[in-house]
């Protein structure tokens, strides 16, 4: 397979701060295409200067990651996973019911789960100055914790949430990872030890050291 | 075809509060299976008393709606949505970039603008009362603005977000409308009149119809 396709491109920042290392989200699509063993390439932008006008016709959010295959260009990770899913049974199985399993965990882990925790992360990196964030942050938590103990409860004993590994872990895994900051996961030591499974692979860790290592290569420095 | 398949089933609610009639998510999915004239069956939920434990084995976060066709079972707006779409070409074009654009929009709607859309939400109809709400409502609004104007700069002349109509714009659509106890979407004359022309579509309305009849059906109304 791999030989007739063309490389696929995504982009990602040649520097973020300290904070962002390793949440980035090109990291869920490199993650992806390690696990499939998929020569990839990527095009780096800034983060701090503006991204060209034209970068909105490819990411409407100003966002990464963007990616590319061939003349196909899509946007959002969630996209861009169920993209390389299907394409691999490694990423997302064949089989009907385990594969629609996958793609709803796919959309929880991006729907019904991040945005609680993006909550705490804004309120933690954006507003902690201000007064009227510690009430605002333990509202916000008190969902947070109704939406972990829920995936906890429905991962159960389980390895991965759709049965063998696939994309809905790839993004479950990072979403609870934007949390690193705080104590809120070592709540739940199933998903403690679910994270940890995720983040053992060796596709995720070459993925996570190729992100690191694009940090080291802005032009900004190297002047 | 329709001949050949089971009638699909999702759940709802039997009654919900006026502040979510017409917003509550089945709409979406009753939407979805109106444009391609699909009959359903609805499996009726109580949104006031616990559903039964059993129910999280279908919907793990104890939502509305779930959705079965036959033996298939599967959550998440989202993946319903996606799961009707690869079934008839009226809810997501066959031409792999449309396709992908699609279902880029579909998350999109539901990762990069819905998260946004409830937090002001959750701030209005939650924590109205509180001390701390307006500054925080205020931090929200700057971000949900700025995703806003993005779809609209994204949607641009075109009438719908990926070409043709698709279960792209029944996500963003819908997710607009959360918003409707505010002004905020009016600030955006293309979004207005985007989410007006989805809104007046006969399978909007009809979908709408449906769900607001359901909830003149509750068993405790009629004891």
Redo the contacts between chains.
Sequence with gaps: MPEAMPRPVLTAFDWVPDFARGVVRDLRVRWALEEIGRPYATELLSARDPRPESY?AWQ????VPAFAEG?????????IL??LGEQDERLLPAD??AR??A??????A???V??FA??IV?YDL??KD????P??RE?ALG?CRQ?LK??S??LGERDWLAGPFSIADIAMVTVLNTLRHTRIVAEYPKLTAYKARGEERPAYQRALAAQLADFENEPSRAA
């Design positions: 909105l409407p959010f100003d966002q003349d196909l260009k899509l946007f959002e990770t969630g996209a169920l993209y009907a019911q629609w399993s793609i709803a965990w796919l959309f929880s991006l729907n019904s991040e945005p993006t909550r804004v954006l507003h201000e007064d009227w964030m009430p605002a509202a969902l939406k829920r995936v409860d429905a």
